[in-house]
């Protein structure tokens, strides 16, 4: 079985990227940063800062963020948590105006293959 080849890991300034959250540990490697791969088929690669309305947006879109599931080691995100979104997600969220506020410097610069840099910038938790 082929290694598991995981894309160099820059934000979307081309910078190190940075870890988006280690508790509760994220991305699609659980590695805690926003890593991808071609093996990650929903591009993991938006660090967020959830919140109460993402949460019931999610849970509406069909994707329970909210509920533990301990046998998946994931323990429910709750408001003020980073975690590491699809970026077709999030996408989906901005367009129905429940986007979640992102963190530019831990978010993978793949995400701008689905979202452009104009747009997360509008959402950055993480810019002055």
Known sequence: MAEIQIDESFNVFDEPLLPCSKDPLTGFFRDGCCNTSDQD??????????????????????????????????????????????????LEAY???MAPKVYLTRTHRRALEVIPLEVLRQYAADLN
């Open 41 to 90: 088929a929903g591009s993991h690669t938006v660090c967020i800062q959830v919140t109460v309305e993402f949460l019931e947006y999610s849970r509406f879109a069909g994707n329970d963020l909210s509920t533990p599931m301990p046998e998946f080691e994931f323990p429910g995100l709750k408001p003020g948590d980073r975690w590491c979104l699809c970026a077709l997600r999030w």
């Open 95 to 97: 367009d129905r105006k």
